[in-house]
C-alpha cells in the first residue's frame, strides 16, 4: 500500500476496460497502486481507479505507465481513456501529444462512448 502522503498519480480518475478483467486488474491493479489510485469500482465488465484528494503532478513514469496500458489494452482489444483529468494535466496531455494516443475527454458520457468504441 502506498503512504497516504505521496502523490505518484497525475490524473484524477482512470476507466480500464478489457475482455479479460480479471487478468486486466491482476497487471494494473499493483502499477496503478504504486501511483496512489484507488480502485472505487470492480465490476464484472471493468474496475475504477480514482486519486481524489491529492494534488497531481506531472511524472515521465505515469505518463509512460498510461501510455504502455493503453496499446496493451487495445493488444486485447481494450480501450483506455482519460477521464477530466486537471487543467494542468490536461494541458502537458495536449502539448506532449499523448491525447492524440489517448482519448481525453471531460464527461462521463463521453468516456463512457470512447471506452466501448
Same mark, same amino acid.
Given at each position: 500500500?502506498?503512504?497516504?502522503?505521496?502523490?505518484?498519480?497525475?490524473?484524477?480518475?482512470?476507466?480500464?476496460?478489457?475482455?479479460?478483467?480479471?487478468?486486466?486488474?491482476?497487471?494494473?491493479?499493483?502499477?496503478?497502486?504504486?501511483?496512489?489510485?484507488?480502485?472505487?469500482?470492480?465490476?464484472?465488465?471493468?474496475?475504477?481507479?480514482?486519486?481524489?484528494?491529492? /494534488?497531481?503532478?506531472?511524472? &515521465?513514469? $505515469? *505518463?509512460? =505507465?498510461?501510455?504502455?496500458?493503453? %496499446?496493451? +489494452?487495445?493488444?486485447?482489444?481494450?480501450?483506455?481513456?482519460?477521464?477530466?483529468?486537471?487543467?494542468?494535466? /490536461?494541458?502537458?496531455?495536449? &502539448?506532449? $501529444? *499523448?491525447? =492524440?494516443?489517448?482519448?481525453?475527454? %471531460?464527461? +462521463?458520457?463521453?468516456?463512457?462512448?470512447?471506452?466501448?468504441?
Amino acid at each position: 500500500m502506498t503512504d497516504p502522503q505521496t502523490n505518484r498519480g497525475a490524473f484524477h480518475h482512470i476507466d480500464l476496460s478489457v475482455s479479460d478483467v480479471a487478468a486486466a486488474r491482476r497487471v494494473y491493479a499493483p502499477v496503478l497502486d504504486f501511483l496512489g489510485y484507488t480502485m472505487v469500482k470492480d465490476r464484472p465488465d471493468g474496475c475504477e481507479w480514482d486519486v481524489k484528494g491529492r /494534488e497531481p503532478f506531472g511524472a &515521465s513514469l $505515469g *505518463i509512460r =505507465t498510461l501510455v504502455t496500458a493503453s %496499446k496493451t +489494452l487495445r493488444s486485447k482489444n481494450g480501450n483506455l481513456v482519460l477521464f477530466a483529468p486537471q487543467p494542468n494535466i /490536461e494541458q502537458v496531455l495536449h &502539448s506532449s $501529444g *499523448i491525447d =492524440t494516443i489517448i482519448p481525453v475527454v %471531460k464527461d +462521463l458520457e463521453a468516456a463512457q462512448a470512447e471506452v466501448l468504441t
